[in-house]
């Protein structure tokens, strides 16, 4: 167990460690360094990052092809189950129900298959870009840089917020991106 421990360790330090720190650098050198540059003020970068990040996911999106796959299954589930309905025409009864109760196993089969692999590849699109660049942006704009753990300062009020920290502008602006381009993407596709 303690060699397995030290063969972990040493992938985790020596592998996965560097590769993130590295990463995070490039990504700092190439987005966020720009804007600094131009005197962007930190709630901006912020959003701006958001916006880049529903871009990534919706780059994602097509280059997994999801709504070629989800169109796909849905005309060949809807073919098996045309064909389960005309099952209704076998005049013997337990040879109906036995037919019926096998095809209506393998349809749920391939749905849940289907459904296994759509949630997937959701995690990958949406939630996967969204926590590596969280965990990032929380390390860049951590309340020991910002001098305090919020972005926007909000003044004093009934409802006892005192600001808007990185992680709810970031997930606030993704979430209305996402929005706003399933929106944009339903009013470009061709109607079918």
């Not at 701006?48 to 989800?70: G, I, P, Q």
């Not at 076998?90 to 037919?99: H, N, Q």
């Not at 606030?172 to 706003?180: G, Q």
Request: include cysteine; charge should be positive.
């Amino acid at each position: 167990m303690f060699e397995l421990n030290n063969f972990l360790d040493k992938i985790y330090y020596g592998g996965i460690v560097p590769f993130f720190v590295m990463s995070g650098r490039v990504l700092y050198s190439v987005f966020i360094q720009p804007m600094v540059c131009l005197h962007f003020p930190v709630w901006l970068q912020v959003c701006v990052l958001a916006v880049l990040t529903a871009f990534c996911s919706f780059a994602l999106r097509y280059f997994l092809r999801v709504d070629e796959k989800t169109r796909r299954f849905n005309e060949e589930f809807s073919r098996k189950r045309e064909e389960q309905q005309a099952l209704q025409l076998i005049t013997d009864k337990y040879s109906r129900e036995a037919l019926y109760r096998i095809t209506d196993e393998e349809l749920n089969a391939r749905y849940n298959y289907f459904l296994a692999h759509h949630y997937a590849r959701y995690v990958i699109i949406y939630m996967l870009p969204l926590f590596l660049t969280l965990a990032w942006l929380n390390q860049v704009y951590s309340a020991a840089v910002l001098g305090n753990p919020f972005v926007i300062i909000i003044p004093l009020n009934n409802f006892g917020v005192q600001g808007l920290s990185v992680t709810f502008l970031f997930l606030l602006t993704y979430v209305i991106s996402l929005i706003i381009g399933f929106r944009l993407q339903k009013k470009w596709q061709p109607s079918s």
